[in-house]
């Protein structure tokens, strides 16, 4: 289950990031959102077209991944683990435009982070032993190097 950053729930951080999406798409740049899975992705597109459409923004066209609005940009919907987007530089390879990233996401990786430095501190902690090991046979003179 994926700890809420702060307990924060319920506050409407996905909405405006929505919002700002939708007005950034309404001004005619490709937007890219993105969520913690395939199924928020989806349930993110569906949000934004509802949200889109009670602003007074028609949808032109409905893709797949995404929408295109009529006489604006457009917008497309992908989980974080989409191969072309990369977290390093929170950006989409090949695509010039805006990346928006729902806090989901965010707290998905951030969880997948932690879980990365415990495997790597529990190694460590392993390799000092294993280490501590290894020049106790040296000093007990096991090895003879003649």
Do not use: C
Not at 48 to 61: R, V
Not at 108 to 121: C, G, K, S
Request: aromatic share 8%; glycine share 8%.
């Amino acid at each position: 289950m994926t700890e809420l950053v702060g307990g924060n729930r319920q506050t409407g951080r996905t909405t405006r990031m929505l919002k700002a999406a939708i007005a950034s798409a309404a001004e005619g740049n490709w937007v890219t959102v993105i969520g913690g899975s395939y199924m928020e992705s989806n349930r993110l597109r569906k949000s934004a077209m509802m949200i889109a459409s009670q602003d007074g923004l028609y949808i032109a066209k409905e893709e797949i991944t995404g929408f295109r609005l009529l006489r604006s940009g457009s917008m497309q919907f992908y989980s974080e683990g989409y191969p072309s987007f990369e977290w390093e530089t929170l950006q989409v390879r090949a695509v010039d435009g805006m990346v928006f990233i729902d806090h989901h996401a965010v707290e998905l990786r951030r969880e997948q982070l932690q879980a990365a430095v415990r495997l790597l501190e529990e190694q460590l902690r392993m390799a000092k032993e294993l280490e501590g090991r290894f020049r106790n046979t040296i000093d007990r003179g096991a090895f003879d190097y003649n």
